[in-house]
């Protein structure tokens, strides 16, 4: 109904779009790049991190473990991930999950083994069923960090 939609438009301009959380707050991940199938690290003149990739983990998740911050009901994990260039996550499994990749700057390659392929840039969003089973790789092939 008319009044039904108004109701939920005025709780909704009262609800903040976003909540910032410090940093400060966020698990700091930064794993040897042999772990996703990277050569060594080799700092340039584009990175800006010393490490091919900087994640920030939301949740309770691989090598942080926070029972009191293990998941918000169905969601598992939310990480911000800065990769650096021509690295990426190589190949790698995942089951009964429900995945999604957003971009805030750059492009990243997907593929998978359902044959999917694409670049999925600035504002795009990546989504990947798993289900019983998917293999597929995420990386930066650009010539700045992501």
């Known amino acids: 109904s008319k009044l039904l939609g108004?109701?939920?438009?005025?709780?909704?301009s009262k609800l903040p779009l976003?909540?910032?959380?410090?940093?400060?707050?966020?698990?700091?991940?930064?794993?040897?790049?042999?772990?996703?199938g990277n050569g060594p690290n080799e700092a340039g003149a584009a990175w800006t991190n010393g490490n091919w990739l900087?994640?920030?983990f939301h949740f309770s998740f691989a090598e942080y473990r926070n029972y009191e911050n293990s998941n918000f009901g169905a969601l598992r994990v939310m990480n911000d991930d800065l990769v650096q260039p021509k690295r990426g996550f190589g190949t790698h499994g995942h089951q009964d999950a429900e995945i999604m990749t957003y971009v805030i700057e750059g492009g990243l390659?997907?593929?998978?083994s359902m044959g999917n392929k694409g670049l999925v840039q600035r504002g795009?969003?990546?989504?990947?069923?798993a289900g019983s089973g998917?293999?597929?790789s995420e990386c930066n092939h650009g010539d700045r960090p992501l």
């Open 18 to 36: 976003f909540t910032v959380v410090p940093q400060s707050k966020l698990f700091v991940s930064e794993p040897p790049p042999e772990w996703f």
């Open 54 to 56: 900087k994640s920030r």
């Open 124 to 129: 795009g969003i990546q989504y990947m069923s």
């Open 134 to 136: 998917v293999r597929h």
């Open 109 to 112: 390659t997907h593929q998978d």
């Open 6 to 12: 108004a109701k939920m438009a005025i709780l909704a």
